[in-house]
């Protein structure tokens, strides 16, 4: 956890020390003052008015001192928290940007959202309890000592006795209870996930009446979490009874000793004041252990937040840019050489001796059955995933070769999941290109098809789009998703079944707007529906994982079964919704 403090810190190095700097002042001033009570105590019994009103000043002032080094110390510490958790998070973030697919598929989402938020309360939290009570606790126990010590030694033995089995007593219950928190942890990725699966999939819930199944996953998930977190309370429950009882008995018999030792000695020794400000002494003596022990439990349960943190931070992209990148992608043709990859070193293989040459300009239908990997096919063109064996090339140079952003602007992918984000349809569609001017958004817009409907809304292009694009259709996502692939003007667009909510006929218009637009951008498709693709230069047959048949719609008729299935399955069934 200090390794990650370290490194988060950054700009917020000066307020950390301020803070400790005053809590120190803080803790010796506090530590003071009930010395300078056991003096006015005495200068009252003595009737002495000049060191009363000396003490009585001095109090004030150290009453005053104290207090504007606790407000100090707590104005500079709300910077030093507050920043360190936003430069956590912002490190966590731009190191998950840098993830590739495979970086997140092994973390999760759910477990992502929980580090970056959960996590990273508890780190914060930790850190401020170390800037401050950490810091004041060991400062109030050395000065208390010091000066309970010059009271009476005897009695200040019995706090020095009482420490060590203090210590013990807490180091059983923080090694007792860091295993439970680090399980309770994990629990709320689990309950992350069911809370996100829920919201996103709310529709197909509601629609399948599944509302009482959900509330019982997410209910296993919550009494999973409850159940780890009552175990570690139960312990930490044993932390302040036990702690009360040492507190309370010390006091005691430092009461009946300063009693006993003032009886005999007649005030010569110890009188009333000196009692009262060793009592207090002791109070901050032992409180001060207490607040040891709160620090101590928070930080054993920010132990693990923090390895979660740090899993994070420390994780390696498995797709980087080379040492000295290609910064200019030739042109959009695209070579498969004997490719073969897998999801992960222990994973089946997903695509087998795949070869393939496509020239710029071309446009490729791909199909195939579910399962077939045509998602994974053109997921290698971008380098959103690395091949296991071969090498894919764009532009005639491996796409390893290239620097992502480069490669990345030059290959659109319209991904099989629309996504849109909260903001207008121009601010959406500018993700393509954020220079782009409102005639090219029209334009593009124009051959995606999404003009029709725009048209339509009440602000047009000012129109908000709500997170996800939850008020748009499903057709209407596709076609600007389409229209935002098209803005960044590439040498290689990609459809992944990105017109399946379009019907036929805007379907048909897609294609022939990318005919007659863009000649030199080489294009590939991936449908469902043969109508989608039949009109390609060539059409890839996919069948688990291999190339199956290459060839334009007539040729795939009379040599490839499959293709030729799928085509008469899809005519009939065309005819009897017609019929």
């Known amino acids: 956890m200090i390794r990650i403090i370290r490194h988060s810190l950054r700009e917020y190095k000066i307020p950390t020390i301020i803070t400790m700097i005053l809590v120190i002042f803080e803790g010796i001033l506090e530590c003071m003052i009930p010395f300078t009570i056991a003096q006015l105590i005495s200068s009252v019994r003595l009737s002495d008015m000049d060191s009363i009103r000396n003490y009585g000043l001095v109090l004030v002032l150290l009453a005053i001192a104290?207090?504007?080094?606790?407000a100090g110390s707590g104005m500079a510490s709300a910077d030093a928290v507050t920043g360190l958790s936003r430069n956590l998070r912002k490190d966590m973030f731009e190191r998950i940007q840098s993830f590739s697919f495979e970086n997140i598929d092994k973390f999760s989402t759910p477990s992502i959202v929980t580090r970056l938020t959960t996590d990273v309360m508890n780190v914060q939290q930790s850190f401020m309890m170390i800037i401050r009570m950490v810091m004041r606790a060991p400062v109030m126990i050395i000065f208390a000592t010091v000066m309970s010590f010059r009271i009476s030694r005897d009695i200040s033995m019995m706090f020095l006795g009482m420490i060590p089995f203090v210590a013990v007593m807490l180091f059983i219950i923080v090694r007792l209870v860091m295993p439970v928190f680090r399980r309770a942890f994990r629990k709320y990725d689990n309950l992350n996930a069911s809370v996100e699966e829920n919201i996103e999939g709310i529709r197909v819930v509601k629609t399948y009446v599944h509302e009482d199944l959900e509330e019982e996953k997410f209910k296993k998930a919550?009494?999973?979490?409850?159940?780890?977190?009552?175990?570690?309370?139960?312990?930490?429950?044993?932390?302040?009874?036990?702690?009360?009882?040492?507190?309370?008995?010390?006091?005691?018999?430092?009461?009946?000793?300063?009693?006993?030792?003032?009886?005999?000695?007649?005030?010569?020794?110890?009188?009333?004041?000196?009692?009262?400000?060793?009592?207090?002494?002791?109070?901050?003596?032992?409180?001060?252990?207490?607040?040891?022990?709160?620090?101590?439990?928070?930080?054993?349960?920010?132990?693990?937040?923090?390895?979660?943190?740090?899993e994070i931070l420390d994780e390696e992209p498995t797709i980087k840019n080379p040492a000295d990148p290609v910064l200019e992608v030739a042109d959009g043709s695209i070579d498969f050489d004997h490719v073969s990859f897998a999801y992960g070193k222990d994973s089946a293989e997903v695509l087998e001796d795949i070869d393939l040459h496509i020239h710029e300009g071309e446009t490729i239908g791909i199909v195939g059955g579910t399962g077939s990997s045509k998602t994974s096919l053109i997921s290698l063109i971008s380098r959103l995933y690395d091949v296991t064996g071969g090498s894919v090339k764009v532009g005639g140079r491996d796409v390893r070769d290239y620097d992502l952003d480069t490669l990345r602007r030059e290959v659109a992918v319209v991904l099989q999941k629309n996504v849109l984000f909260s903001g207008t349809i121009k601010e959406n569609l500018r993700w393509g290109d954020p220079d782009a001017t409102d005639e090219e958004l029209m334009e593009a817009c124009r051959l995606a098809r999404a003009d029709e409907f725009i048209s339509t809304f009440p602000d047009g292009y000012d129109t908000y789009i709500e997170q996800g694009g939850t008020n748009v259709s499903g057709g209407q996502k596709q076609r600007l998703c389409i229209a935002r692939a098209l803005l960044r003007k590439p040498k290689v667009l990609i459809l992944?079944?990105?017109?399946?909510?379009?019907?036929?006929?805007?379907?048909?218009?897609?294609?022939?707007?990318?005919?007659?637009?863009?000649?030199?951008?080489?294009?590939?498709?991936?449908?469902?529906?043969?109508?989608?693709?039949?009109?390609?230069?060539?059409?890839i047959v996919l069948d688990q994982g291999r190339i199956n048949g290459i060839g334009n719609h007539e040729e795939l008729l009379r040599s490839n079964t499959i293709y030729r299935e799928v085509f008469e399955s899809q005519q009939r069934k065309a005819v009897e919704e017609n019929a």
């Open 66 to 70: 104290s207090l504007v080094c606790g």
């Open 496 to 539: 992944d079944d990105s017109t399946s909510a379009v019907d036929t006929y805007t379907d048909a218009c897609i294609r022939k707007a990318f005919r007659e637009s863009l000649p030199k951008t080489t294009k590939l498709i991936i449908a469902q529906r043969i109508s989608s693709v039949q009109d390609c230069d060539r059409i």
């Open 222 to 310: 919550s009494h999973d979490m409850m159940a780890n977190f009552t175990t570690a309370e139960r312990i930490l429950a044993w932390n302040a009874p036990l702690l009360q009882l040492c507190i309370y008995t010390v006091i005691t018999a430092a009461l009946y000793i300063g009693a006993q030792t003032i009886i005999n000695s007649q005030g010569l020794t110890l009188n009333v004041g000196g009692i009262s400000s060793i009592v207090v002494y002791g109070m901050q003596i032992l409180m001060s252990l207490n607040i040891l022990s709160m620090v101590f439990t928070m930080i054993s349960m920010s132990m693990e937040s923090a390895e979660r943190i740090e």
